[in-house]
C-alpha cells in the first residue's frame, strides 16, 4: 500500500554520516536493514530498506561542523513557499530548494533558535513505505531551548496545529498535529543536558536487547532503556557519533 503523508507530516529520515559504510554496516545489522546504493549520479546517497520497504535514508556528511546527523524531512506541496515561510518567520534557508532527480523537490532549513530541518515535496518518491513497525521510523521529536518560539515558527511554517499535554510531575509536552492528529512532539530542554535538535525514534520489540545489540556494535549509551509514558525507550550515538532513539511503543498508551 502506497504511504501517503499530508502536508506537515514528517515523511522522511535520513543520515548525513562520515562513514557511509560503517554507518550501513551498522544499522544494517541492528535492524535488519539493507541498504540500496543510487550510484555517483545521487552523490553518493543510498536508500535504507526493511523488509524490501524503503526507510530511510543515508549519505555523506557535508556538514563539517555537525558531522554525522539524522535529518527529518516533513511532507509539502509546496518546498519552495515554505523556504519563504521560513525567511519571513525567523528560521534561515541553509540550502534552497532544488530538484532531486525526478524524485521529489526539497530544501533544508533552520528554526529560529538554529534546529534543522528539511521539506520534502513527492515526485517519484513520497517517502518512508514502512513506519511504526520494529526496525522503522515510529517518531520524531523536537528539543528546544525555546518552545514558545517553535510554537510560533512551525505552524506558521509547515501549517501543523499545537496541543500541549500533561505527561505528570509539571512536564508538559507539545504535539504537532495535523488533521487532529498527533505527527510529531516536542518538548523545552536545557542545551547543557541535552542536545537541541529533531530526534529520530525508530521502534524496536525488546528496547533493552536492542540497546545491548547497539553497544555491541559500537554505539555510545546516552540515556536509558528507562520507562515512560508511550513505552521503554533509550537515545544512543552510532559509532560515527549520529544521535537515535529506540523505543518500545506501550500499546495502551494514547494521547
Not at 515561510?85 to 532527480?101: F, H, I, L, S, T
Not at 528539511?118 to 528546544?144: R, S
Not at 541535552?194 to 520489540?205: G, K
Request: glycine share 12%; aromatic share 10%.
Amino acid at each position: 500500500m502506497t504511504q501517503i503523508y499530508a502536508p506537515g507530516t514528517p515523511n522522511w529520515v535520513d543520515l548525513g554520516s562520515t562513514d557511509v559504510p560503517g554507518a550501513t554496516g551498522f544499522y544494517g545489522s541492528l535492524f535488519g536493514w539493507t541498504v540500496d546504493d543510487l550510484g555517483p549520479e545521487a552523490g553518493g546517497y543510498g536508500i535504507f530498506r526493511k523488509n524490501g520497504r524503503q526507510v530511510a535514508g543515508v549519505g555523506p556528511a557535508t556538514d563539517p561542523s555537525r558531522g554525522t546527523s539524522w535529518a527529518t524531512y516533513f511532507a509539502t506541496d509546496d518546498a519552495d513557499d515554505v523556504a519563504s515561510k521560513v525567511q519571513a518567520n525567523g528560521g534561515q534557508v541553509v540550502m534552497a530548494p532544488m530538484d532531486v532527480m525526478d524524485q521529489g523537490r526539497m530544501a533544508v532549513c533552520t528554526d529560529p533558535t538554529g534546529v534543522f530541518f528539511a521539506v520534502w515535496q513527492a515526485g517519484k518518491h513520497l517517502g518512508a513505505e514502512l513506519v511504526n513497525e520494529p526496525g522503522c521510523l515510529t517518531w520524531n521529536e523536537l528539543t528546544t531551548t525555546d518552545m514558545a518560539a517553535a510554537k510560533a515558527f512551525y505552524p506558521a511554517v509547515l501549517g501543523v496545529t499545537i496541543r500541549d499535554v500533561s505527561m505528570g510531575e509539571g512536564m508538559t509536552y507539545t504535539l504537532f498535529e495535523v488533521d487532529d492528529r498527533a505527527v510529531a512532539g516536542g518538548m523545552q530542554v536545557d542545551p547543557a543536558g541535552m542536545p537541541t535538535q529533531w530526534s529520530v525514534y525508530f521502534a524496536v520489540d525488546d528496547c533493552d536487547a536492542v540497546h545491548a545489540k547497539a553497544v555491541e556494535l559500537g554505539a555510545t549509551p546516552v540515556m536509558g532503556p528507562e520507562d515512560a509514558p508511550p513505552g521503554r525507550f533509550a537515545i544512543l550515538t552510532d559509532p560515527q557519533g549520529g544521535i537515535f532513539s529506540i523505543i518500545r511503543n506501550n500499546p495502551d498508551f494514547s494521547i
